[in-house]
């Protein structure tokens, strides 16, 4: 039997502490892939369709972008999910902000570390969803939550900070600028 590059992927079961995944605008259905757990950077656009427990960080998108688990997505305590945006008001998920989407259950802990990308706008009270089902829609299952983690730079101007938020209905996270506690 012939091998392919793909082959290579069947057995990726884990991201090691120093690696870094990198998806660039495909579907990993094909690929077999089996449940991911992620100890180092796991990125991109596309799909995952598996369950991925991330222990490392999750950043998705490629300035920005939208990252979809098509399983079920955990967070562990040492979970970092990195989220850019380069607009809140009227933003548009994978093309102003990043987005994670989960098919599954997303179980939460660990932080939520948000980046913002050259020419963000000034804060409104309009929050942008980053955690959510296919879609846009809520999830099918939310447990947890994430603590608000870096503001990079910090503070935003002026003296603001990315905090998550994690409302009952719908079951999403938000990413909101708020005032830098002193």
Do not use: C, W
Request: no cysteine; hydrophobic share 35%; glycine share 12%.
């Amino acid at each position: 039997n012939a091998s392919t590059p793909a082959d290579g992927l069947r057995s990726f079961a884990t991201n090691g502490a120093q690696g870094d995944f990198t998806i660039k605008n495909r579907d990993l259905a094909a690929l077999s892939a089996p449940n991911l757990t992620n100890n180092g950077v796991l990125r991109g656009n596309g799909t995952y369709f598996k369950n991925v427990t991330n222990n490392g960080t999750v950043a998705p998108g490629l300035s920005p972008g939208i990252l979809t688990v098509s399983g079920n997505y955990t967070q562990s305590s040492t979970g970092h999910l990195e989220i850019e945006a380069a607009t809140i008001s009227g933003a548009t998920a994978g093309t102003d902000y990043d987005r994670l989407v989960v098919t599954g259950t997303a179980n939460l802990a660990g932080v939520l570390d948000g980046v913002a990308l050259p020419g963000l706008g000034p804060a409104t009270s309009n929050p942008i969803d980053v955690v959510t089902g296919p879609g846009g829609a809520a999830l099918a299952t939310r447990t947890g939550t994430l603590a608000t983690g870096s503001t990079t730079p910090r503070p935003l101007s002026p003296n603001l900070v990315f905090q998550p938020r994690h409302p009952d209905s719908p079951q999403v996270v938000r990413l909101f600028m708020v005032p830098e506690a002193s």
